[in-house]
């Protein structure tokens, strides 16, 4: 949280017309919110943060089926190969070696955190000297802490600093001790595009990952990955708040046999 | 979980007998879903456990909407006025005096959990001496700990406790304290009826009750509540498999005002 007196004039601006942007496209949402179905409406998730934590690295779904849960979000594949990235109904992956592809429909995902995307909010904060946690401070403090957020954020970032992962080979480790020995660090420079993910609540811990939980794309598609940290002096922030939440079980027989009993709420914090 | 040479030769024979009936039905089940909408096979949930624990005891959401998201399933009324269960399409209260009513469309609830149920599996145990902790044992150890699963059990119990709650004014308290003082527990005898609820995984922790969950109902619609155990010498379980799980956030001012952050699921396990 904010105290008003701590705050640079100009964030203090943009707060301001952030609020009045918000009331302004809460409107013109609502009427695009009657023309879509009421499913839409609800963020989608195949398989759990939890399962993919314990190891449970392939699944079912088909990157086709995905598209049609949502056109907007964040995931990874099969094997956990790679960041993987929604955005306006086209599908990226973020290979280990920096490499963005869009996907075949063919392809399939052990884990994916989708939704139609809709902005019906949008905030803008100028800098200097923002920062990925100062972005977030200021989106928690305009948002509530129980909602279920989509969030677009687009802008030049001066640092941005991601990951990806190389593919696991069986028997499969759990996440955390894979990344040890797997994870590559991007450590992009003036690079534009967009941020794409989620601000979740803290009752869809061992669900999903509470708080945020963000992935990037470069506009040239030339790179990406899963946000650590960044820098910016301006970014526009799209927010599409969702009326709930569906989970869909990973159908593959690793899901059935993995112990889910274990809160690794900590563990993830230390590799989110 | 049991070791088989202390299981009773009467239960050993029941569960070869629940094995054989899983494979007879899961063929007529999956014929009967062929039959009915993808969606139908989600558990769906209004509001969520950790908020009805913390003193959101009022909701938006109304019966008959409700009865459009399932036919089966438990929960409970604004100002937690008494427990809700839902079988076959119908909508019954257990009021605190003990009495049954079915509940006009018109009324709304603060947290309910339903689904469309048709059983893909039918578990039949007997006794003697079967208790409600038998029986979990028993279900325990032929379903997968991962799984989501509606349960609906018929039987008749020579003994059944169960418990209802007289409706809160506000200010509200939390639920352990509201139950602390205006919870009527019943103690039936040779009752017949149904239990109808879930069994839910450890992951659903904070959205909804990891384990048990049932309320009855007896066949003369005279009796029921929120069960905290039973005894039986013969019970029938039909088990449906949900596919996965949709929350719809509560959208009462409430919900966005109360605190979400601690894990209640210690005090919850109290007043199951």
């Known amino acids: 949280m904010i105290r008003l007196s701590a705050v640079p004039k100009s964030i ?4 301001l017309a952030a609020v009045l942007t918000t009331f302004f496209t809460d409107t013109q949402a609502q009427s695009a919110r009657n023309r879509q179905p009421s499913e839409h409406d609800f963020m ?50 973020i290979a280990w070696d920096g490499s963005v592809k869009e996907v075949p429909d ?21 800098g200097p ?19 279920i957020y989509a969030l677009r954020i687009s802008a030049t970032f001066p640092t941005m600093t991601t990951r990806a992962e190389k593919p696991a080979g069986k028997p499969y480790t759990s996440l955390p001790e894979h990344l040890k020995h797997n994870q590559v660090v991007f450590e992009l420079k003036n690079t534009t595009g967009i941020c794409a993910g989620f601000l979740l609540p803290p009752y869809l811990a061992r669900t999903n990952v509470p708080g945020f939980h963000l992935h990037y794309l470069a506009d040239d598609h030339k790179s990406g990955g899963h946000i650590f940290n960044f820098t910016a002096d301006a ?21 059935g046999k993995v112990n889910l009993q274990p809160d690794r709420g900590a563990e993830l914090k230390k590799i989110e």
């Open 12 to 15: 203090f601006t943009c707060l």
């Open 44 to 93: 989608y998730q195949y398989s759990i943060i939890d399962a993919l934590m314990a190891g449970v690295f392939d699944g079912d779904l088909t990157i086709g089926q995905l598209k049609k849960k949502g056109d907007f979000g964040v995931g990874t594949f099969n094997r956990v190969d790679g960041e993987l990235l929604i955005d306006k109904g086209h599908v990226y992956k």
């Open 106 to 126: 063919s392809d399939s995902t052990s884990a994916a955190f989708v939704k139609y995307f809709k902005a019906d909010t949008v905030i803008h904060l100028n």
């Open 129 to 147: 000297g923002l920062t990925y946690e100062k972005v977030q401070e200021q989106i928690t403090h305009l948002l509530n802490p129980n909602g």
């Open 235 to 255: 970014v526009t922030i799209e927010v599409d708040k969702a009326k709930g939440f569906t989970i869909e079980n990973n159908t593959h027989a690793d899901f």
